[in-house]
């Protein structure tokens, strides 16, 4: 049996899988965590790696591991290899005025035409521009920007400081692949390339794309991580990458034998890894025409597209994917936060929370949340509150404001597909994942607010599965077809009141601002 292994970087915590490569089945598994905060030195997620992989058993028997991680974080590298500063996470929102002064600068339709964004603080570009502009004496220290899985594939394959790593800092060996790469805002989707005109404009710097082959960097030239097609292989694992405890800050270290991998044996080949949506996107087998729908924190809608998407509005990111498609997405703010705020309003549980609101009809007797609660990303929102709407002494019961926080939340979403569809996206079959999609109510109310078959797969790690299919893509040369349990596939019964009185209800809501 060939093993291979997936790893999840988020913003939380380090997950890595090790499954079967023939039939994608879970063998083993481990996990550690990270630091909470939205700037965090990365060698936090170096130590969680290390843990997560001994966690799971380590990699003697693997023979192939690619990353997924958080996408935009900064890593700002110096030419001797060492971190800069901690890395400005997405959720990281001080750069803020920055995004707005970068789409001053270029245009919101140039800006969507060459690179299938507009800025946002989430991006990777809002951040240098930041760094620039607050961190001057910083700025001028840096040689190479890199994102959360690129960094880690750098120190997986021996590079890194020289006094932490084996092979030293070379910066030219630094990857990346094309859905991480695409949420920089300085590559183009469509071309295939960076926008280096657009990185000279964030940070007042020339760049260029790293080469792959040693030698020192152009003084003043910044590197940029070479983009690595689906199925590439990135290298191979060090045995020694982990090192010794002066290598692991802050951990008593776990050497060679936190990965099992011995100086003399075989290698372990690394895959380019991917940005997280895209990597899930993989895990989940999804083709042109589904649409995934995320319900977490924040909610995210995305379907995988055979064309480039440009939204000069902003709503829709036009991603890149990690099996050569596109990756266009929506971003909504408030998900399963509205579920645990309404639950906690009406003073019961989860599955209390879905009783009460599968005792109400369809529509919720007329009850309509808005849920704006942390203000919404789409609809561009910022400001805007959360309010409840069509309240009479009869409707007002708890069943029916249970099942209009759950209505609320699957109609914020639907707005999502909405503008994907605009965009042009195929939408045929609706994938929905997360931890709130196993309340049954969730499940059967979402098969009245959208008007697609919906399928809830297993509840699963589907980034850390899909950087699997990276690596065993990688490994054999041929992108694998795994099949995805399914726990629930409810009868399509679209009831098209509750969007109505939804977009009725949306359309009196004051902005805030």
Known sequence: MTLVAGVDSSTQSCKVVVLDAGSGTLVREGRA??????????????????????DAG??????????????????????????????????????????????????????????GLVPVASFTITKVRWVREHEPELADRVAAVALPHDWLTW???????????????????????RSDASGTGYWSPSAGGYDLELFKVAFG???????????????????????????????????????SPAGLPGSAGTGSAGTGLAESGPRTLLGAGAGDNAAAALGLGAEPGDVVVSVGTSGTVFSVSSRAVADPSGTVAGFADASGEYLPIAVTLNAARVLSSVA?????????????????????????????????RTPNLPHAKASFHGLSIASSTRSNLARAAIEG???GLSGGLDSLRTQGSPATRLLLIGGAVQNPAVQAIAAQVFDLPVVIPSPGEYVARGAAVQAAWAHSGNRPAWPVAVDAAPAPDFCPIIRQNYLRAGSHIDPGN
């Open 205 to 243: 710097r020339d760049a260029r794309e790293a080469t792959g082959i040693g030698g020192p960097n152009d003084a003043g030239t910044v590197v940029l991580p070479r983009v690595l097609g689906p199925g590439d292989a990135a290298g191979e694992i060090h045995p020694a990458c982990f090192g």
């Open 33 to 54: 965590g990270h630091p909470d905060g939205t700037e965090v030195h990365p060698d936090h997620w170096w130590r969680a790696l290390s843990e997560a992989i001994e």
């Open 155 to 177: 120190r997986l394959r021996g590079y890194g400081p020289a006094a932490s790593s084996p092979l030293g800092p070379d910066l030219e060996q630094l990857t990346t692949d």
């Open 58 to 115: 380590g990699l003697a028997d693997v023979s192939a591991l690619s990353v997924g991680g958080q996408q935009h974080g900064m890593v700002l590298l110096d030419h001797a290899g060492d971190v800069v500063r901690p890395a400005l996470l997405w959720n990281d929102t001080r750069s803020a005025a920055a995004a707005a002064a970068l789409t001053d600068e270029v245009g919101a339709d140039d800006f969507a035409r060459r690179t």
């Open 409 to 411: 939340m699957l109609c």
């Open 344 to 376: 906690g309003l009406l003073g019961v549980d989860f599955d209390e929370l879905s009783r009460l609101a599968l005792e109400a009809e369809p529509g919720a007797g007329g009850v309509v949340l808005v849920p704006y609660f942390e203000g919404e």
